[in-house]
């Protein structure tokens, strides 16, 4: 049998209880993980500085020309345009998993509020408003989670979260990598 059939099992069978407390810490391992390390803070300095450098050498092309190839100059800025998008997709996860992180935690409280007070509430009213409310690209991640809550997957905000976190992590990686490449194309081109 393999192993993630036996963890989908083990899932189903697990208590309420233990589920709810897993993805409450997983929320906060995010929440504090994004807090003490700030993950794409550097990325986006190294980008507006070689941004910044790009700009000046491409306002003065004539003069700069005599110094770097200008075939080198176009492929370091399409290299730095990637980085840019790659960018963008990492602060669009960044204010996701950011959002999804604190609403977790208070949905969590919310929730002990509701039950301490004994009040009946529909469930898929309120997990088709927090559909509705989540854009494209997000929109099948929350629904695909919400559907496994209702199903009885407590902890599925909690992994979902770690795994987006560990994603935006990748992407800042990524990005990095990308904008070293795009200097890298620069320097080498330096005709000097």
Known sequence: MSRAITRKRARRGAPARE??????RLAKAVRRSREAAKVDSFSGWMLTAFGAALALLL????????????EDLRRSAFVFLVAILVGVLQKSLASFVASTSAAALEGEALG???ASAGARVDMQIIFGELERATLFPFRWIVRRALR?????????????????????GWAVSLESALALAAALIFVRGLAV
């Open 59 to 70: 306002a003065n092309i004539q003069t700069v020309s005599t110094f770097i190839r200008v």
């Open 148 to 168: 496994k809550v209702a199903n009885g997957d407590l902890a599925v905000g909690g992994r979902m979260c770690i795994m987006l976190s560990q994603l935006q």
């Open 19 to 24: 589920l709810r407390l897993a993805s409450q």
């Open 112 to 114: 002990r509020d509701i």
